[in-house]
């Protein structure tokens, strides 16, 4: 159950003992209202549990892992709750945001943008955790010093980029087919100017690859 008035309830299904609820809320770091979803475990009704945030894909949004990947019965037999937020910014009007696939919404990239244009909306990355993960914390019975994160394609990305950049926040962090080195594909190079800028030296500390190269030349 959420406790935060900052979170509305849209939906709830039971489901293997536990709950699915999907919820909104107004992000002061996106400057727009998000949904997210939310597997509450049976568990969850006496205790605290351990919580794994999901990271989607390209032209996904929060309800995509919930209902088609079959998840939700093994979560409900280990006690796990599960945080499937949105992949881009919803609600919002920029100029090109919705012209093609895999840039603007659905194609949030989990990064944080610098290119003015963007920048007072596309934060996913301090979205996913910041903002959201302070709200999961505060707003349901999640065991938050028990956070995992786990992501595909996209989001396989976001879900690295994200633990190794926070390593005292995610005890464990998972891929599935992750996008590396977004850069070397023709819609990485398009994202990350499109939100970054042309300078690929500030890429850097927004990709997994490059970024662990640093820390490992830094150790």
């Not at 949904?35 to 549990?49: E, G, L, M, S």
């Not at 019975?141 to 976001?158: E, N």
Request: with cysteine.
């Amino acid at each position: 159950m959420a406790n935060s008035n900052n979170v509305q309830l849209l939906s709830s299904s039971k489901c293997f003992g536990g709950f699915v609820n999907r919820y909104s809320h107004d992000s002061s770091t996106l400057s727009c209202l998000m949904k997210f979803h939310v597997f509450i475990p049976p568990q969850a009704t006496n205790h605290r549990v351990p919580v794994v945030f999901w990271l989607s894909g390209l032209t996904c949004t929060d309800e995509n892992f919930i209902w088609k990947a079959s998840a939700l019965k093994s979560a409900s037999e280990l006690g796990l709750m599960l945080i499937c937020p949105d992949t881009s910014p919803r609600g919002v009007e920029i100029e090109g945001q919705r012209d093609s696939w895999d840039f603007g919404e659905g194609a949030g990239f989990y990064i944080t943008a610098t290119v003015e244009k963007w920048a007072k909306h596309y934060n996913m990355f301090d979205y996913v955790t910041k903002e959201l993960y302070d709200l999961v914390a505060a707003s349901f019975s999640a065991d938050i010093t028990k956070a995992s994160i786990f992501g595909h394609s996209m989001g396989g990305h976001g879900a690295l980029i994200c633990a190794l950049k926070n390593p005292t926040k995610y005890k464990s962090v998972s891929a599935f087919a992750p996008i590396c080195n977004p850069i070397n594909c023709a819609w990485g190079v398009k994202a990350f100017t499109g939100y970054l800028g042309e300078d690929q030296e500030k890429w850097k500390v927004s990709i997994f690859n490059d970024y662990l190269m640093i820390l490992i030349s830094n150790f």
